[in-house]
């Protein structure tokens, strides 16, 4: 006896981004403030990191909170309800709480109850991640919008006095709606893995230490050198790949927004890919530091709401950080 075939749900023909949010932290932090904690300077930070400020949040504010006013400005923007709804992905490497996750909760904050929920835990590439599973969602017929959110309360797993991180990373909150479309609006991911060198980027203990040693809260570490050669060699490599994928070329690109690591990785990238002149490149690293998976969001949200010209264009985005993961892909923005 042969079963029957199985039932498959028919999608739309393809999937964009269709609205934008952000969420900015009120207390902005300068170099001064910082360089009080590590023995350093306001020219230190600038030349190593192109970082002149970023933004640090309160008490009240949380990954869960930022998520769920960044996404609902989302919502506003691409004109529908949160019961409108099928899925909320949010990508954070930040949330303290490793039971239950952080997305259902932000889905009951803004209404939209009936969605799925579930966080990703990609770190800086987890926004680029979110967007590519949001991206074929919609295009098997899962659901009918997702909502990508990158989040990050950064300050609550940076030790302030460790002069390789403490003037690297900020707060914030940034979201997408992702909803049918008739033509393609997000090209195919590339990405991928490196376990071996996990320990790049890394807590320096874990929190059974804590329990059961009494050890010092866990923060994050990094290797700076080591991490910005990898950055250096790998983004362009995948920013290539997408734009193969995608089947264009850098001329045809409105925008690049990398993850906002680091000034100089943003340099170093843009120039290894030729990029002309009237492509843009996001700097948002500059006023809001690094906010790992909120950055590219982020990012893309400051280069709208300077240049509306830019709405319609494509940009490449490209994600990547401890892990090692990385992922690239072309979009259309919003």
């Given at each position: 006896?042969?079963?029957?075939?199985?039932?498959?749900?028919?999608?739309?023909?393809a999937a964009r981004i269709i609205g934008i949010g952000t969420y900015r932290p009120a207390r902005l932090v300068g170099n001064d403030e910082i360089s009080t904690h590590i023995d350093s300077s306001d020219a230190w930070i600038r030349q190593r990191s192109g970082i002149v400020s970023r933004r640090f949040a309160t008490d009240g504010d949380t990954v869960v909170t930022m998520a769920a006013a960044a996404a609902t400005k989302a919502m506003d923007q691409a004109g529908i309800d949160p019961t409108d709804i099928g899925m909320v992905l949010l990508a954070s490497m930040s949330h303290l709480e490793q039971a239950p996750a952080a997305a259902p909760r932000v889905a009951h904050l803004i209404g939209a109850d009936a969605?799925?929920?579930?966080?990703?835990?990609?770190?800086?590439?987890?926004?680029c991640y979110a967007?590519?599973?949001?991206?074929?969602?919609?295009?098997?017929?899962?659901?009918?919008?997702?909502?990508?959110?990158?989040?990050?309360?950064?300050?609550?797993?940076?030790?302030?006095t460790d002069r390789q991180t403490a003037f690297i990373f900020g707060d914030g909150a940034g979201a997408v709606v992702v909803g049918p479309a008739g033509t393609p609006g997000i090209g195919p991911v590339v990405w991928g893995a490196d376990g071996s060198r996990h320990g790049l980027i890394a807590h320096n203990r874990s929190w059974l230490e804590t329990r059961e040693q009494h050890a010092p809260w866990p923060v994050l570490r990094m290797a700076g050198p080591e991490v910005f050669r990898w950055a250096a060699l790998k983004v362009p490599e995948i920013s290539r790949q997408a734009l193969n994928a995608a089947g264009i070329d850098a001329g045809d690109l409105a925008a690049f927004i990398p993850h906002q690591a680091n000034a100089r990785i943003v340099d170093v990238a843009a120039r290894a890919l030729k990029l002309p002149p009237h492509v843009v490149v996001a700097k948002d690293i500059v006023e809001s530091g690094n906010t790992s998976a909120a950055s590219i969001p982020l990012a893309m949200d400051s280069l709208l709401s300077m240049d509306a010209g830019l709405s319609g264009g494509h940009a490449l985005l490209v994600g990547f950080g401890a892990g090692l993961v990385h992922a690239a892909q072309v979009v259309t923005l919003p």
């Open positions: 006896m042969t079963a029957d075939a199985l039932r498959t749900q028919e999608g739309a023909p969605a799925a929920a579930t966080d990703i835990g990609a770190a800086c590439a987890g926004f967007l590519a599973l949001a991206d074929s969602l919609v295009r098997s017929g899962s659901v009918g919008h997702v909502l990508v959110i990158g989040s990050e309360k950064m300050t609550d797993i940076v030790d302030r």
